[in-house]
């Protein structure tokens, strides 16, 4: 049975191509193309896709420039004219999927490849998300000989990539007959967006070093005030492993691959709250006009941010633990580091509803900072759960609890560890972003 609170990423139609080398996330590169007016040249193909829920992939499709009409319907089974609740038995062979109706001057087969591989999962047997059975596989219709073999040279490409962590399952069957589903099944997401509100995913980033991880639980822990869901067991209920972190569910970069996995939960009814440390990006951007994505953004004067991340890496260094930080093996290096980090402060800074906060800030005024947050997550600042949330992540208030570390940073410490020098090195660099960041030089 399919979940009842769906709707669906919409937009996400970038377009995606695969290049060589062993990251998942920069294998793909994007181009954009959303739906535009462009004369129609007369002639048309079609494509029959099945990506699991046929409500999401109908919509999705729907945007991209050159499609001139989606259907959801059935394919590929043994029983003429099936009912959603026969496909849904298990027992018609049948498969969910959208028939594509395209101008092949405008957008080609390819493309429309591109873009099926990148909104769903195609490694996961007749399963997608929280919705399994065989009418929910990964399949792709091929309506002639020209087709089937782009797919399968597509499908073959990405596994030799490494494109995803596990093989590609996607079937690629004969195309012989399509059935329009039932009518409250067409243009889904068009005729009951609205009846979603409560599904989102708040995305806590920050500058690392910058208290971000403290940040991130307290967030995590006001929205456990709303029953939002631990983001921890959505990891592992949705099999997201692979995308985000066990500790503190850091996503990595917001790529439209990772974005759009991460989005399943929350097309399925869940309000949970994951990490980042990486850039905005048209994914993140779309997210966020959708509903779907509700930022913050936490950040610290960078010269004491590069210190710390300098000792904290050398401290693993020297256990013999290795972490994120231990190849910062001297000065350079760390201003490397967290020049990249400062610009994308700069980019965080110019995006449209995001709540930004400094370290400093929370340190010295924190009932101020904590009541800003409360109304941006829109949260009832006089409910005693919130209120008791509020408490526990006082700085100070709770010494030694995981996240709440944050407090021992000394703010200026950089100016007792760094030479003159040094110090000079990081005033020429770092200059115009300290006034905007509102620290002195």
Known sequence: MKSFWVITLSGITTLFSCAQNNNQDKKMTTSDNMATTTSFTGKTD?????????????????????????????????????????????????????????????????????????????TTLNRQGADVGPQYRSVIFYHNDEQKQKAEKYKTELDKSGAFNNPIVTTLEPYTKFYSAEDYHQEYYANNKNKNGAAMII???????????????????????????????????????????????????LSARRLALVTLPALMGNAFVIKAHAGPTSASRLLQRLGLLRITYIYRDPRDAMLSAYDYGQRA??????????HLTDFQKSVDFIMDYVRIWEKWTKEKGVLIARYEDLLMDY????????????????????????????????????????????????????????????????????QQMGYEL
């Open 46 to 122: 079609t494509a029959t896709l099945g990506t699991g829920c046929f409500w999401c992939t109908e919509a999705i499709f729907e945007q991209l420039e050159g499609v001139l009409s989606v259907t959801s319907g059935y394919a590929g089974g043994h029983i003429d004219n099936p009912t959603y609740e026969e496909v849904s038995d298990h027992t018609t062979g049948h498969a969910e999927c959208a028939q594509i109706v395209y101008d092949p001057a405008r957008i080609t087969f390819d493309e429309l490849l591109e873009v099926f591989w990148q909104v769903h999962d195609p």
């Open 203 to 253: 995305l806590a980033v920050g500058m690392p070093r910058a208290g971000s991880g403290w940040h991130y639980n307290l967030v995590h822990d006001l929205m456990k005030t709303t029953g939002a869901a631990d983001a921890r067991a959505v990891r592992k209920r949705y099999h997201l492993e692979s995308i985000l972190t066990e500790v503190n569910c850091n996503i990595g970069v």
């Open 367 to 434: 009932d101020k900072e904590a009541e800003q947050l409360v109304d941006f997550l829109n949260l009832n600042g006089n409910d005693p759960e919130v209120l008791k949330v509020v408490a526990a992540y006082r700085p100070g208030a709770a010494e030694g609890q995981q996240g709440l570390h944050f407090y021992k940073g000394k703010i200026g410490r950089f100016r007792e560890s760094y030479t003159a020098e040094e110090q000079g090195i990081l005033k020429e660099k770092l200059n115009a972003y300290l």
């Open 317 to 326: 260094l020297k256990k013999g633990h290795p972490n994120a930080f231990s």
